[in-house]
């Protein structure tokens, strides 16, 4: 009806001009009046009538119709002049400045993202078709969020020039919160355990941090799925979700969730079949089922033993093996058959292997490193440990093995070890601080990559309150070829206790020695170590006047009986399994390591000297954000010889952030009084020692990047014990010998490691339990340079 009242007029036009402009007629130039903004290009591409045409009534009408749906004009007039078609046009405004105000929750780059994809941005030709679309838009964005309160207001402001600026005053509202999740239909479950699958909840004491009573229409998709995966997993194959409704409340604060379902019978397994080319023993294959005869059905248990079917049959060498769960379901008799369809494929074989990447590490270091070879049968477990056997030699930041099938094969692939080197060669300079030994400077030189050898070599300096090291190392990870590792370390070391807790007395050293590591397997390893020390003990000569100070005489006692110069020729004999899953911050495993040192027969010193630790981690959620974790450590030491005394510069210390948190570092055990010179008695240590700590570890609140952090609520119990007190002390009152694990130490607080530029950082703040007079407690502790 439009296009045929525009026809209408069109001819009226032409005919109230007159019998002079009699129509059809041969256009001889086109004009254009009233542009402003537009081009005129822009008009003759939209408007079909050229000069040279012949045009009639129908044919004028339509080319104004193609000008108006350009969308560049309100309005559009065909005049006369002879034989020359005039346009007299009025374009319509152009956005001269868009204004938004009023959002938060979104930012403005979003919004105006948004708006240009709509089709609306400065400098664009005005239409309120699409400004209407945009605020449509923008509530379906808010709804989405659970904003049902927000409120979009936009005004077109007339600008000189043809223009207009458009002002959007959003109102976001706040997040309607959930007030209710009601399911409609469930027997075998109760609410309170299928509400408790939501990601959603109802407002709790925690909810302004973990916002999980905001409504999102994502997070109610994916619980939905959560809860038809729980019925699936549990048997009821015929499980349907009927109905899903939300509902807001008036004042568009509060939703209300109804889901209505149909949960079917429960269905159990009645046979589990291998069906196909059994080219692995059928017990072999059964053997990695989860679901067997009588079994409830479970979606996942299906799937999860189809995938180790795969996986073993990859092992086996069929890389291309295919298997299919095929489940029959018994209506009547409320049963599964499950059967598995295998179809091993050919047995595959390593054509080639292609390193890539390596510009500085030889091939060599690479392939000593694989368990995968050449021309023989591919293992898809083989290539997995030799993947990760590369990424912990620590030469690599990143390393990706790819399995190519070989063109015109169907029983050959090629692998391609694409590695991205990380820098071997490093120079480190840091400053630490920590409470018990102060500023702690350290230079280091280290080459983990020597000339692509694979070899390390390091030079540090250290230097503290308490410690003056240098040390030299180098380390051969394949001195065979069978991964057996070789060696050397050489230092010089001054430890001075003057103004530490650990007793009044100095120790020089100088020494080296030879280590040799041998691998059990991906985990585990031993190593064995011989060294050699010079050492010299000096007490501490500025208190010796102080007569009755314990401290010194039992220095000095034990330097009557033994002298203070020593040869020491030691073995070392160490055992290491480590099952984390990272180096910093695990979140599951274990690690446990045992070592024994032990002085040779025929030196100065003759003691034993051995320790045992470990660490366990369970994550407690999918995600693994919230962890468990105990740490334990014991040790034991004593002499062996009836003609020497046990050196108490070798004994166990506690108390501190690396033992128990809320005590001083090393101020625990047995303790020796300073007479009249001070009142505080010293600790120096003992030969046993139990310590141990529960951890839970949890989400670090306000941080989006929680790689790099770690805390931690935690509970520690630990001390050191004496089997003998040291001989020369007038005061026997303070050091009471034997173990008794009611004399240990508590205390309980919260911790948090980050993982600075500077190098990690830790905190804590703890709490002493039971504390006992002459013990040091400290509430707060810090150090940097080590993680919890």
Request: glycine letters at 10%; proline letters at 3%; a negative charge.
């Amino acid at each position: 009806m439009k296009h045929l009242l525009m026809l209408f007029l069109i001819s009226l036009l032409w005919v109230t001009q007159g019998h002079a402009n009699p129509l059809p007629f041969v256009v001889s130039d086109v004009r254009v009046e009233g542009l402003q903004q537009v081009d005129p290009g822009t008009v003759f591409r939209n408007f079909p009538v050229a000069a040279g045409d012949e045009v009639d009534a129908g044919q004028l009408a339509s080319a104004t119709r193609e000008l108006f749906r350009s969308g560049y004009f309100d309005d559009v007039q065909l005049n006369r002049d002879g034989d020359v078609l005039v346009l007299v046009l009025r374009e319509r405004p152009s956005v001269a400045i868009i204004r938004i105000e009023g959002n938060k929750a979104i930012k403005e780059e979003q919004l105006r993202d948004g708006l240009r994809q709509s089709g609306l941005q400065e400098g664009d030709v005005f239409r309120r078709a699409t400004l209407d679309q945009i605020e449509l838009d923008l509530m379906r964005v808010y709804s989405a969020q659970g904003r049902y309160g927000a409120d979009i207001k936009t005004e077109v402001e007339t600008l000189p020039g043809n223009r207009v600026a458009l002002n959007i005053d959003i109102t976001e509202g706040r997040i309607a919160s959930i007030q209710h999740i009601n399911i409609v239909g469930n027997e075998a479950f109760s609410d309170e355990e299928l509400v408790e699958l939501f990601s959603l909840k109802l407002p709790g004491f925690l909810s302004f941090y973990t916002k999980s009573d905001q409504y999102s229409r994502e997070k109610l998709a994916g619980d939905l799925e959560r809860l038809r995966s729980y019925y699936l997993d549990r048997g009821y194959i015929n499980f349907s979700l009927d109905s899903t409704q939300v509902s807001v409340s008036p004042d568009k604060k509060d939703v209300f969730i109804t889901v209505g379902i149909t949960e079917g019978r429960q269905y159990s397994v009645s046979e589990v079949l291998m069906v196909g080319n059994l080219v692995v023993a059928e017990e072999e294959l059964v053997s990695k089922m989860s679901l067997g005869e009588g079994d409830v059905f479970s979606r996942r248990e299906m799937t999860d033993s189809q995938e180790r079917l795969e996986r073993l049959l990859g092992d086996e060498g069929y890389m291309f093996a295919n298997v299919s769960p095929i489940p029959q379901v018994d209506e009547e008799s409320g049963t599964v058959s499950l059967r598995y369809f295998i179809e091993p494929g050919k047995l595959t074989y390593v054509r080639r292997i292609a390193i890539r990447g390596n510009n500085r590490s030889a091939d060599e270091v690479i392939r000593r490193e694989l368990e995968q070879m050449e021309a023989g049968v591919v293992s898809t477990a083989a290539i997995e440990r030799s993947k990760t056997r590369l990424e912990r030699t620590g030469h690599f930041r990143t390393v990706n093995i790819e399995t190519n099938p070989v063109p015109g094969t169907d029983d050959q692939v090629d692998l391609e070890i694409t590695v991205e080197e990380q820098q071997s060669g490093q120079l480190t300079a840091s400053v630490g601080f920590s409470q018990s030994e102060g500023i702690i400077l350290q230079l280091g030189v280290s080459q983990e990559n020597f000339l692509g050898t694979g070899k390390s070599i390091d030079f540090n300096i250290s230097n503290s309150s308490t410690l003056t090291e240098y040390s030299f190392n180098y380390l051969d990870p394949y001195f065979t070829v069978d991964g057996v590792s070789r060696g050397y370390n050489f230092y010089y070391r001054e430890e001075n206790y003057d103004e530490d807790d650990r007793g009044d007395y100095n120790t020089d050293g100088i020494g080296g020695g030879i280590t040799f590591g041998y691998p059990i397997d991906d985990f585990q390893r031993l190593s064995f170590s011989g060294d050699v020390e010079f050492l010299r003990l000096k007490p501490n000569n500025e208190l010796n006047s102080a007569g009755n100070n314990d401290a010194v005489n039992v220095i000095q006692a034990y330097i009557d009986n033994n002298g203070n110069d020593y040869v020491n020729a030691k073995l070392t004999a160490g055992w290491s399994d480590n099952r984390l899953n990272r180096g910093f911050f695990p979140t599951r495993g274990r690690s446990q390591g045992a070592t024994l040192e032990v002085s040779l027969p025929g030196s100065d010193l003759q003691y034993y000297r051995a320790q045992y630790n470990n660490r366990f981690y369970w994550p407690i959620n999918d995600n693994e954000t919230w962890v468990a974790g105990l740490r334990g450590r014991v040790g034991y030491a004593d002499t062996y010889g009836n003609d020497k005394d046990y050196p108490f510069f070798k004994n166990f210390y506690a108390g501190g952030l690396n033992t128990v948190r809320g005590f001083e570092s090393n101020t625990l055990g047995p303790r020796y009084s300073r007479g009249d010179y001070s009142n505080k008695a010293r600790s120096m240590g003992g030969n046993v020692l139990v310590a141990g700590s529960a951890e839970l570890i949890f989400p670090t609140p306000f941080m989006k990047d929680q790689s790099a952090w770690r805390s931690l609520l935690f509970m520690d119990a630990g001390n050191v014990f004496t089997t003998k007190c040291l001989p020369g002390a007038t005061n026997t009152d303070t050091c009471i010998d034997g173990v008794d694990f009611g004399d240990l130490r508590y205390s309980a607080g919260v911790g948090v490691s980050w993982l600075t530029p500077l190098g990690p950082l830790s905190v804590s703040v703890a709490k002493a339990l039971n504390s006992k007079t002459g013990d040091d407690t400290e509430v707060f502790q810090f150090a940097l340079g080590q993680t919890f």
